[in-house]
């Protein structure tokens, strides 16, 4: 199932580093946080706290959530297939 986490632990590596930007990806970790819970909020992803010092949560999909990837995908692909021809219709081509 595909989860991500953060934080740290002995056996595990600590979460990406936010360096001097304050981003993770090329997003903010705030952005990044708002989007996590609206996600939860719509039962799209399961939260799990492990607690301790400092904190690390993982965050996977749930079934909801593991339900969109074939829509997403075919969303996707048309717009690698077809997201041109979109682009210079919008410029009068």
Request: some cysteine; hydrophobic content about 30%.
């Amino acid at each position: 199932m595909p989860s991500c986490s953060a934080g740290t632990s002995s056996s595990e590596p600590t979460e990406p580093s936010l360096g001097r930007t304050g981003l993770i990806g090329g997003i903010s970790k705030k952005a990044l946080t708002q989007t996590l819970r609206r996600l939860q909020t719509n039962g799209l992803v399961a939260r799990t706290d492990h607690g301790g010092v400092p904190s690390r949560v993982e965050y996977e999909l749930t079934a909801r959530g593991r339900a969109l990837m074939g829509p997403i995908r075919l969303r996707t692909e048309w717009a690698e297939e077809d997201g041109d021809a979109v682009l210079a219709a919008q410029e009068g081509g």
